[in-house]
């Protein structure tokens, strides 16, 4: 009688898995479920990359910006300090997009090759490939500048690869890579090929709406070609003809001819926020000042720009409550390079005013507000680095053409101040005074100087290029921060890789440090810094 029982179960076991097969795709199928990525989506997300590691990094070393504070989490590149805290912004940003609520880098190059998988192969999607491929190489030129031999060929490829743990490749060569990207993708825009709508600078949701894919195309092809420039220029130090190459090249392909090819977005300040200025309001504003050397310039040249830039505000720890601001430049006073904040409290120094010190600050009213838009490439920097290109002889026009790409270089960024949040218009009038202030007027001894000094203030809100610069050319001529001697008396020439990758990626990590000669610090040089 017990066979049967046994037989039973059995039976009603299969009987019920036919029923619980029926319908089981279906049942545990998530109808809300996102099962296809819009790779248009993830290129958005990856055009909001940071400029930088933030004010307290790149704009320190070059002496824009200083926190005079010393002890623990602010101790940084102001008293020549190789800190994680400091040293990971632009790495971070630029590889995973990671970042707190409210902040606009929501991707990053995980996102780009993501979505360089997905349209492997399109026939449909050139257009949106090739500006993917383009804003790839902008984010990675930032990296190799900064950090020097970084992963590269296998970044990003955790997910589509499972890569998770990519090797560093050498600076140059990933440059050379970045250099054939940057022709390609460039080269390969179709005027007649795809729109693509989610496109933050020159799509249908940008600060100055296209909705034509030729006229998109059209813009995109003079970043591609401003990004080559900015490339070649990069090897003026170790390889002039290289640097000639492709100066010439991107001059006849075409760059950038006026501000409305520049690469920004702006920020409502709800949804999404200009990152960069988050502290200046949000942690301890009277922390952060202007630095000596940047408002000195501003001041000996009397720079109408200085307004929107710098600022005296009656409580340096709550700027925001100040509803006139102090803006006159004679009043603008900047904090002594690698001086203590202790000291500034007392003589020689200028004391302590409100819940701060008694020097300038950022105007967080405007180009430190958190509705400041962010410039990744313009037409001001591209034509100051056709000027240094057109003095060296690399491109036609000789001191004639200098002259007008300089001068066409600042009155373009000084029109830029008529988008920010409490900026405006500079006159005809004053850009002329200014054009022909002795310090400023553009002579063939000094151009260079001039020329670059322009390129560091042009490039006061995008620190990566201000720091490149100012590393390729030596200008604007400023003194070491001598508070130690850190750096054997010398600059910052680059940023350490980020300590966890000792912990997360510590074969390759190994391998990268004893390729840039054994030591991962701050006075490593990246290939083209020689």
Same mark, same amino acid.
């Given at each position: 009688?017990?066979?049967?029982?046994?037989?039973?179960?059995?039976?009603?076991?299969?009987?019920?898995?036919?029923?619980?097969?029926?319908?089981?795709?279906? +049942?545990?199928?998530?109808?809300?479920?996102?099962?296809?990525?819009?790779?248009?989506?993830?290129?958005?997300?990856?055009?909001?990359?940071?400029?930088?590691?933030?004010?307290?990094?790149?704009?320190?070393?070059?002496?824009?910006?200083?926190?005079?504070?010393?002890?623990?989490?602010?101790?940084?590149?102001?008293?020549?300090? &190789?800190?994680? @805290?400091?040293?990971?912004?632009?790495?971070?940003?630029?590889?995973?997009?990671?970042?707190?609520?409210?902040?606009?880098?929501?991707?990053?190059?995980?996102? *780009?090759?993501?979505?360089?998988?997905?349209?492997?192969?399109? !026939?449909?999607?050139?257009?949106?490939?090739?500006?993917?491929?383009?804003?790839?190489?902008?984010?990675?030129?930032?990296?190799?500048?900064?950090?020097?031999?970084?992963?590269?060929?296998?970044?990003?490829? $955790?997910?589509?690869?499972?890569?998770?743990?990519? =090797?560093?490749?050498?600076?140059?060569?990933?440059?050379?890579?970045?250099?054939?990207?940057?022709?390609?993708?460039?080269?390969?825009?179709?005027?007649?090929?795809?729109?693509?709508?989610? &496109?933050?600078?020159?799509?249908?949701?940008?600060?100055?709406?296209?909705?034509?894919?030729?006229?998109?195309?059209?813009?995109? =092809?003079?970043?591609?070609?401003?990004?080559?420039?900015?490339?070649?220029?990069?090897?003026?130090?170790?390889?002039?003809?290289?640097?000639?190459? *492709?100066?010439?090249?991107?001059?006849?392909?075409?760059?950038?001819?006026?501000?409305?090819?520049?690469?920004?977005? =702006?920020?409502?300040?709800?949804?999404?926020? #200009?990152?960069?200025?988050?502290?200046?309001?949000?942690?301890?504003?009277?922390?952060?000042?202007?630095? %000596?050397?940047?408002?000195?310039?501003?001041?000996?040249? #009397?720079?109408?720009?200085?307004?929107?830039?710098?600022?005296?505000?009656?409580?340096?720890?709550?700027? *925001?409550?100040?509803?006139?601001? &102090?803006?006159?430049?004679?009043?603008?006073?900047?904090?002594?390079?690698?001086?203590?904040?202790?000291?500034?409290?007392?003589?020689?120094?200028?004391?302590?005013?409100?819940?701060?010190?008694?020097?300038?600050?950022? @105007?967080?009213?405007?180009?430190?507000?958190? !509705?400041?838009? !962010?410039?990744?490439?313009?037409?001001?920097?591209?034509?100051?680095?056709?000027?240094?290109?057109? =003095?060296?002889?690399?491109?036609?026009?000789?001191?004639? $053409?200098?002259?007008?790409?300089? %001068?066409?270089?600042?009155?373009?960024?000084?029109?830029?101040?008529? +988008?920010?949040?409490?900026?405006?218009?500079?006159?005809?009038?004053?850009?002329?005074?200014?054009?022909?202030?002795?310090?400023?007027?553009?002579?063939?001894? &000094?151009? *260079?100087?001039?020329? #670059?000094?322009?390129?560091?203030?042009?490039?006061?809100?995008?620190?990566?290029?201000?720091?490149?610069?100012?590393?390729? !050319?030596?200008?604007?001529?400023?003194?070491? @921060?001598?508070?130690?001697?850190?750096?054997?008396?010398?600059?910052?020439?680059?940023?350490?890789?980020?300590?966890?990758?000792?912990? #997360? @990626?510590?074969?390759?990590?190994?391998?990268?440090?004893?390729?840039?000669?054994?030591?991962?610090?701050?006075?490593?040089?990246?290939?083209?810094?020689?």
């Amino acid at each position: 009688m017990k066979k049967p029982f046994h037989i039973a179960i059995p039976a009603f076991l299969i009987f019920l898995s036919a029923g619980c097969d029926k319908n089981f795709v279906k +049942i545990n199928t998530d109808p809300y479920a996102v099962t296809t990525i819009d790779p248009a989506l993830l290129f958005a997300g990856a055009e909001r990359t940071f400029t930088g590691a933030g004010w307290e990094t790149e704009n320190t070393i070059v002496q824009q910006f200083v926190n005079p504070f010393n002890a623990g989490a602010t101790l940084g590149p102001n008293f020549n300090a &190789d800190i994680d @805290n400091f040293n990971n912004g632009r790495w971070d940003a630029s590889y995973t997009g990671s970042a707190p609520l409210n902040n606009p880098v929501t991707g990053g190059i995980k996102s *780009l090759v993501q979505a360089m998988a997905i349209l492997k192969g399109t !026939t449909t999607s050139v257009n949106l490939l090739s500006m993917i491929r383009i804003w790839k190489a902008q984010a990675f030129m930032g990296l190799v500048d900064e950090y020097g031999n970084v992963p590269y060929f296998d970044a990003g490829k $955790a997910y589509t690869d499972g890569i998770f743990y990519p =090797k560093y490749d050498d600076a140059a060569a990933i440059y050379a890579d970045l250099e054939k990207e940057i022709r390609e993708a460039t080269n390969a825009l179709n005027p007649a090929g795809d729109y693509v709508s989610a &496109d933050l600078f020159f799509g249908k949701n940008a600060a100055s709406p296209i909705t034509s894919a030729a006229t998109q195309v059209a813009k995109w =092809k003079k970043v591609g070609y401003s990004l080559l420039l900015r490339l070649g220029m990069r090897y003026s130090k170790i390889n002039t003809a290289k640097a000639q190459s *492709l100066a010439a090249e991107a001059f006849t392909g075409g760059v950038m001819t006026s501000n409305a090819d520049n690469v920004y977005v =702006k920020y409502d300040g709800t949804i999404a926020t #200009n990152v960069l200025n988050v502290n200046l309001v949000n942690n301890n504003p009277r922390f952060y000042y202007a630095a %000596e050397p940047f408002v000195n310039q501003l001041k000996a040249t #009397n720079d109408p720009r200085s307004p929107f830039m710098v600022a005296k505000f009656a409580d340096p720890n709550n700027p *925001l409550a100040d509803p006139n601001p &102090d803006l006159a430049i004679a009043d603008q006073y900047g904090v002594p390079i690698g001086v203590i904040s202790d000291a500034l409290a007392n003589p020689p120094y200028r004391g302590t005013r409100g819940g701060g010190y008694n020097y300038s600050q950022l @105007n967080v009213k405007c180009v430190g507000s958190q !509705t400041a838009p !962010t410039f990744w490439v313009t037409y001001a920097q591209t034509s100051l680095l056709l000027a240094e290109a057109a =003095k060296k002889g690399w491109i036609p026009g000789g001191d004639a $053409a200098a002259q007008s790409y300089y %001068e066409n270089g600042i009155t373009a960024d000084m029109d830029t101040y008529s +988008i920010y949040p409490n900026g405006g218009a500079i006159s005809t009038t004053a850009k002329t005074t200014y054009l022909a202030d002795p310090a400023v007027a553009y002579n063939s001894t &000094d151009a *260079l100087q001039l020329i #670059n000094t322009q390129y560091w203030i042009a490039s006061l809100t995008n620190g990566t290029e201000a720091w490149c610069n100012f590393r390729r !050319t030596g200008y604007p001529a400023l003194s070491p @921060n001598l508070s130690n001697n850190n750096l054997n008396g010398g600059f910052i020439h680059r940023l350490s890789y980020p300590d966890y990758e000792l912990a #997360n @990626n510590k074969t390759n990590y190994l391998a990268a440090v004893q390729a840039m000669g054994g030591q991962d610090n701050l006075t490593a040089r990246v290939f083209w810094d020689k």
